[in-house]
């Protein structure tokens, strides 16, 4: 498509006259200049998104420098040795939280996001931790409202449209689409906080949420003015963007219809002279004209050949005629294609003039959707809401030795936790054996039974005296994942992440959290092991503050035995004096003796089972752990009399002989610490059983009048509705006999009035209560059960029982009802008469294999059924009559109305008396007659008519 350059001024702009309110309410600032100008060069129709503008906006509000920049420490810089120290600072804590692997835990988050700013920020590891207690704490409470939101937020339809803004304010001309993407993600953030404003109601659940949107823009006005201007969906300027657009629009529309008429007709004369072999208008160049044979183009004199075929035997001709007119439509293209450069322009520096309020509403959203998310995985894993303490800005007058500093119970690491919960975020089941869907496999068998065994949890309990834990204990007994937990939780409590522990966790705000794990030897920079971990530690020391928490592992490892010792515990004395905490692992047994004389320091160990040589992943606190290495040595195998020289070795290194009474010291009492926490174990169980049967006690009591008042308003409700079958049946048969009244004679008269008497004393009588439910109360009282008796029991739904076992003293009685045995009460259960009648108008129960009759006519019940007939009501859907037929044409029609009558439906026979051929031969087949449970020969209320009950 041709290139074409044009040059617009736009003055008052004609299309915002058709939106006066977007004008008039719009502030000066945000409302386009008076003065626009847009300059297009080069631009193709088809790519016009693709292509740049240069405008100069009047008025547009500059951008401050500090909103884009990124959100650093508030560390006050006064010279250059401050800002080495932030460098310093900010390298070792990007370290800390690469070690303590935080990007994992970040990506875990990630799964939880709906949006694709948020993936990215969360997939990146850079999840936004609280600077200051305060915004730590504004975290938590976000994330403990998004855990009580009924259902997901909707952040459909939100995009990234920062870079979008970006271009529109760097003079960048928007096309369509991204305008469209503006116009979406507007109302979609809209549509979020009137979701948040729906659930929230009266109750401030959610106002943490609310909080974080309740200062935006939503721009109202620019989405209503892109919506108004451009057809999303088809992704075109509409004809309503300015009356100038619509003009010329209308025009070609006019100017079209012409020429299209025109070369039709020209097409045609040239088909109808032999110029071609079938009429043919198209367009060549952006002109409209006709195909026409090489061999005619003399049957177009003057007109301008435009192109040919590839094998040059068509011509594609413009005609004279059609020239002014296809001038004209070339003409209003290009004014159209200008009028809608102009209008997206228009849009694109309302774009720019909003940029500040689109960029901070998109870092809300971005906001919420990571609360959200928190919210959603602290449900996940089964997170608890941590708790900062003030021990570190208390006086130290207000502060005792034995106050917890840290108080996690149960706490598990997140990474370990994941796979006893499933591969995020497809998870079903618990328990032990977890069904795990595998994420990203597209073969369809993506699931598979996994039984994963759930992780040790640790417990932490630091007292605010102390400010060095030295853990001990063997390799692999889990003194560094124990470390890491300490120090992930710590991160994720500043980061508004809930943590996978019991109870209420606590622990300080720690304003920095650094680390020494792991192995820095580089070869690059000429470092040992050893001189990997001092450089680090000298790092450390270096940025510490009062409220910062240190981790080191192997402290003092990869030197002399004794220098090590010696310059780890100058170490440790120096972060007890100038940091909040400091956790060290280590094997040696000097720094676990640094307690005996600093109340500051504390012991931890890990637990070991000398029986199976097993670490147990238990820290035991206030005890000093032993490496094992001899007992491990030994049930390797080594060789026993390297194993008796090495023994003798430690002998002579302990002169005191006392590390075998300190081994049998710890084994009781780690037997005694067991004993007793499994008595804890029991009695808290049963303390917990004793509150969950109080409590289920309690609600019982207080729902007995709820239950009550529904019970009698259900059986409320069952007699109105009773009442309301009983009147639609009763003015059924009113209906039906005022109908069949009006043509019926003197002699039919009687019979119509006993049909109806009939029919409307069959619907008092199902209606009617039973007699032996009325005298119930007096009869079960009186009578006393005997072996083989019938009895109707209470609670299996009037269902007959069969009394296999005399009455005890109690008054209990054994019934046998089929297969099942039960014991009854007496009051409970009521005798079945031996001389019950059966009726026409009474529901038949439990008829098994007995014979009844009716005035002399047999009925046969089937022995297994157990039906329930509605009320004998006679209609003329139910009643065939067989009168003045012969035998043989009553027997065809009768058995063809029992087989197309409904299930547990009454069929009317009626057969007249006559010789009593016909009736006799419908008696004969309702007895024989598979279908039919019984019947009932006429009676003075149904003359001349036999009432059939069908299966």
């Known amino acids: 498509m041709e290139a074409f350059n ?31 100008s847009v300059q297009v060069s080069n631009f193709a129709s088809s790519t016009d998104q693709n292509n740049r503008v240069s405008r100069a906006f009047e008025g547009k509000p500059k951008l401050s420098a500090a909103s884009h920049e990124p959100r650093k420490s508030k560390i006050e810089v006064k010279s250059a040795a401050d800002a080495e120290r932030i460098r310093v600072c900010e390298e070792l804590q990007r370290e800390a939280e690469e070690t303590l692997e935080w990007s994992s835990v970040c990506s875990q988050v990630s799964a939880f996001v709906s949006t694709s700013a948020s993936r990215a920020l969360c997939q990146s590891g850079k999840l936004p931790i609280g600077r200051d207690r305060e915004e730590s704490e504004k975290l938590l409470d976000q994330t403990a409202a ?27 001309l928007l096309g369509m689409r991204e305008l469209c993407a503006i116009e979406r ?19 401030d659940r959610f106002s943490p949420l609310l909080e974080i949107l309740q200062d935006c823009d939503f721009l109202v006005e620019l989405a209503s003015q892109i919506e108004f201007c451009i057809d999303c969906k088809l992704s075109i300027v509409l004809d309503r963007a300015s009356t100038k657009l619509g003009s010329i629009r209308s025009k070609r529309r006019k100017n079209m219809d012409k020429l299209e008429s025109l070369l039709k007709e020209v097409s045609m004369k040239v088909f109808q002279s032999g110029g071609i072999d079938s009429p043919l208008v ?43 007119l296809n001038n004209m439509e070339v003409k209003l293209f290009n004014d159209e294609k ?34 959200a998310a928190r919210g959603a995985y602290a449900l996940w894993m089964g997170g608890v809401r941590p708790n900062f303490n003030w021990a570190q800005e208390k006086s130290k007058s207000a502060i005792t030795g034995d ?51 759930k992780p040790v949890p640790v417990d932490f309990k630091i007292k605010n005296s102390t400010k060095v834990v030295v853990i001990s204990g063997p390799n692999t007994g889990g003194k560094t994942a124990s470390m890491k937990t300490l120090g992930l939780a710590s991160l994720m409590s500043k980061a508004g992440i809930f943590l996978s522990a019991k109870d209420k966790p606590q622990l300080p705000w720690f ?67 100038n940091v909040n905490l400091a956790v060290v692992t280590t094997h040696y047994a000097d720094l676990s003796r640094l307690k005996s004389g600093d109340s500051r320091f504390e012991n931890a160990a890990m637990e070991f089972c000398l029986q199976t040589l097993q670490p147990t992943f238990n820290v035991l606190w206030g005890s000093t752990g032993n490496s094992n290495a001899l007992n491990i040595a030994k049930s390797i195998g080594f060789d026993q009399k390297v194993l008796g020289r090495a023994e003798e070795w430690i002998k002579k290194l302990e002169p005191d002989k006392e590390s075998e009474r300190q081994g049998s010291l710890y084994q009781s009492l780690l037997e005694e610490r067991k004993l007793l926490e499994i008595q804890a174990n029991e009695a808290a169980f049963v303390l917990e059983e004793v509150k969950k049967l109080h409590f289920e006690i309690q609600s019982e009591a207080e729902d007995v009048d709820k239950r009550v008042e529904a019970l009698k308003a259900k059986e409320a409700q069952l007699v109105r509705q009773e009442l309301q079958t009983v009147k639609s049946q009763m003015d059924s048969i009113i209906k039906e006999f005022e109908s069949r009244l009006q043509s019926a004679n003197r002699d039919q008269f009687s019979s119509l009035m006993r049909e109806s008497e009939a029919a409307i004393a069959s619907v008092v009588a199902a209606h009617c209560p039973k007699d032996d439910m009325l005298n119930e109360s007096t009869s079960t009282n009186s009578y006393l059960p005997q072996i083989g008796d019938q009895v109707y029991v209470k609670g299996l739904g009037d269902k007959v029982a069969t009394v296999v076992e005399a009455p005890a003293e109690d008054g209990i009685t054994i019934v046998q009802y089929g297969k099942i045995k039960v014991r009854v009460k007496r009051n409970d259960m009521k005798l079945v008469q031996s001389n019950m009648k059966t ?25 297994d059924m157990e039906a329930s007939f509605g009320p004998a009501v006679r209609t003329s859907r139910n009643t065939i009559d067989l009168r003045g037929m012969r035998v043989e044409e009553a027997s065809h029609r009768l058995q063809m109305a029992i087989s197309g009558c409904r299930s547990y439906g009454v069929l009317f026979v009626v057969h007249g008396m006559g010789t009593g051929a016909v009736k006799e031969c419908a008696l004969d087949i309702l007895r024989n007659h598979p279908r039919v449970a019984r019947f009932e020969e006429e009676s003075p209320m149904n003359y001349g008519c036999t009432i059939a009950y069908i299966k």
């Open 6 to 36: 044009c040059s617009i001024r736009v003055n008052k702009p004609s299309y915002l006259f058709f939106f006066p309110d977007f004008a008039a309410s719009a502030s000066p600032k945000s409302r386009v200049p008076k003065s626009t």
């Open 146 to 172: 998004a855990m009580l939101l009924p259902r997901p937020l909707d952040f459909s339809g939100i995009d990234d449209v920062s870079e979008i803004v970006r271009s529109a304010a760097g003079g960048e």
């Open 185 to 203: 993600s507007l109302r979609s953030a809209r549509r979020v906080f009137e979701q948040l404003e729906q659930a929230d109601g009266t109750f």
């Open 282 to 324: 198209t367009r060549r160049r952006s002109r409209m004209c006709i195909g026409i044979k090489a061999s005619h183009k003399s049957l177009l004199p003057e007109g301008i050949i435009l192109s040919s075929s590839s094998s040059g035997a068509t011509y594609f001709i413009e005609p004279r005629d059609a020239i002014e």
């Open 338 to 371: 200008a009028e809608e450069l102009a209008i997206l322009g228009f849009l694109t520096s309302e774009v720019a003039c909003a940029e500040t309020k689109i960029k901070h509403l998109m870092e809300k959203i971005l906001e919420l959707d990571l609360a």
């Open 403 to 453: 106050t917890p500093s840290v108080d996690i119970k149960s706490i598990v690491h997140p990474l370990l936790l994941a796979p006893s919960l499933g591969r995020l975020p497809f998870v079903s089941g618990k328990g032990e054996n977890v069904k795990v869907s595998t994420k990203g496999n597209m073969s369809g068998e993506s699931e598979e039974f996994v039984q994963v065994e």
């Open 511 to 577: 304003d920095q959290i650094l680390a020494d794990i792991g192995d820095h030897q580089s070869l690059e920079h000429n470092l040992s092991t050893f001189s990997g971990h001092i450089s680090r530690i000298c790092k450390i020391t270096e940025v510490t503050s009062k409220n910062s928490l240190v981790l080191i592992d192997e402290i003092g490892s990869g030197t002399d035995p004794s220098e090590g010792v010696a310059l780890s515990t100058s170490i440790l004395q120096h972060l007890a004096d």
């Open 839 to 863: 009726g026409g108008n009474n529901s038949p129960s439990q008829l098994r294999g007995q014979i009844r009759s009716n005035k002399g006519s047999a009925m046969l019940a089937d022995k």
